[in-house]
């Protein structure tokens, strides 16, 4: 069974610029999320998606970060324009429901210069 | 969700048995004691949860103290490859909705 596929693994760009991120979930699940993860921190969940709609998007910054589940399978997450604390590890997770186990991609690190 | 409290690192030799604790003294009724790990450049991978009653995998064991205010995750016979930080989370059975803390760093030495 193939996992949770992120990319790209690596990111840099300069601020004020725009960056996507890419994730798809293992197939058939349900549930997916994005994580932000900071250096020598635990992950912080940005927005959990049930299908294609966000159930829960509380943690993300709206006024800069967006993100989408076209047909409740793919996602992406994107920032515009980004800025220097931006920088960080992006996961993403999935899931078959909200109620089991989440199974994570290796992560998106992007670098904002 | 209840908050845990973990070492902040520990050490182990290859080959004996690793005994993590975590502290949860605010724990609810309804709520799970989980473990993840989460290896170098990784994304973080699930070990074990439980309720009340200790737990076995073919990963590890989830030891819970009776009063449920302290659970130990132990790997019997650690490799080099455990080398990790591992997350001890109390919440709730919605995954969605648990927050990871710091973790504990292990490193498994020869």
């Known amino acids: 069974e193939a996992g949770v596929v992120q990319s790209p693994r690596y990111k840099i760009i300069e601020k004020k610029q725009p960056v996507a991120f890419w994730c798809n979930p293992i197939?058939?699940?349900?549930?997916l999320y994005w994580y932000l993860q900071n250096l020598g921190q635990g992950p912080e969940l940005l927005i959990r998606?049930?299908?294609?709609?966000?159930?829960?998007d509380s943690q993300l910054p709206k006024d800069r970060f967006s993100a989408e589940r076209l047909k409740g399978v793919d996602s992406t997450l994107k920032i515009q324009p980004a800025e220097l604390g931006d920088s960080a590890v992006y996961l993403c997770?999935?899931?078959?429901?909200?109620?089991?186990?989440?199974?994570f991609g290796q992560g998106t690190r992007l670098t904002v210069v | 969700d209840a908050k845990t409290t973990q070492p902040t690192s520990m050490d182990c030799a290859e080959g004996r048995a690793a005994n993590l604790p975590c502290n949860h003294s605010t724990i609810s009724g309804n709520e799970y004691v989980y473990w993840y790990r989460q290896i170098h450049s990784q994304g973080p991978q699930y070990i074990i949860h439980g309720l009340k009653n200790n737990e076995t995998n073919e990963m590890a064991s989830l030891i819970i103290t009776e009063d449920r205010k302290s659970s130990t995750l132990i790997l019997p016979h650690a490799t080099l490859r455990d080398t990790a930080v591992y997350y001890c989370?109390?919440?709730?059975?919605?995954?969605?909705?648990?927050?990871f803390g710091a973790g504990t760093q292990v490193v498994v030495t020869p």
């Open positions: 998606y049930e299908n294609e709609e966000a159930v829960d």
């Open positions: 197939s058939g699940h349900n549930t």
């Open positions: 989370i109390v919440a709730t059975d919605s995954w969605g909705k648990f927050q």
């Open positions: 997770a999935s899931s078959w429901t909200e109620n089991t186990e989440a199974f």
